[in-house]
């Protein structure tokens, strides 16, 4: 009986070798579209405008409260210009006091000020929240002496 067994199980084989290849085809296959989809999509975003948002960096370098204004020194180590639309203190939108054009321009490895009004307390905690053109945002919080 034990011998029969075995005879059996020895007759038996796996995966055939053209079903073998047909699963190990569809594999690769699948692979395959997932990796170009995926680079696909990166670089329509990238040539549509919001790639360029992950070679824009910024740092808030100082901030100062004085005379019911808030003054905001930015700089830019990022790989490309950012030009700031939009200053959020404490979740609320403010314009931008000191450029004509409405925006700040930063260049590549350059400084900036910005200089936003805004009636401050002495001791008040407020959340500061920089926008650019191309979405990118840099938050931090700061305290009024």
């Known amino acids: 009986m034990k011998n029969q067994t075995l005879k059996s199980l020895k007759n038996r084989s796996g995966v055939s070798h053209i079903l073998s290849n ?3 085809l569809l594999v690769i296959i699948t692979a395959s579209s997932m990796a170009f989809s995926y680079v696909a999509n990166y670089v329509g975003d990238y040539q549509s405008g919001r790639g ?3 070679l824009q960096r910024l740092l ?3 901030v100062w409260f004085k005379d ?5 020194t ?7 210009s950012c030009n700031v639309t939009s200053v959020f203190i404490d979740y609320h ?3 931008i006091a000191n450029p004509p054009v409405g925006y ?3 260049p590549i ?9 805004f009636v401050w307390t002495s001791g008040s905690a407020h959340n500061l929240k920089l926008l650019t053109e191309r979405g990118y945002t840099v938050e931090r919080d700061y305290e009024a002496p």
Request: charged content about 20%; glycine content about 2%; aromatic content about 12%.
């Open 93 to 95: 939108q403010y314009s």
């Open 109 to 117: 490895e350059e400084h900036r000020t910005i200089t936003v009004d």
């Open 60 to 62: 808030f370098e100082d």
């Open 68 to 72: 019911n204004q808030i003054i905001i």
């Open 52 to 54: 360029a948002v992950l």
């Open 22 to 24: 047909v699963l190990m």
């Open 74 to 80: 930015i700089y830019n180590y990022g790989k490309s």
């Open 104 to 106: 700040v321009i930063i």
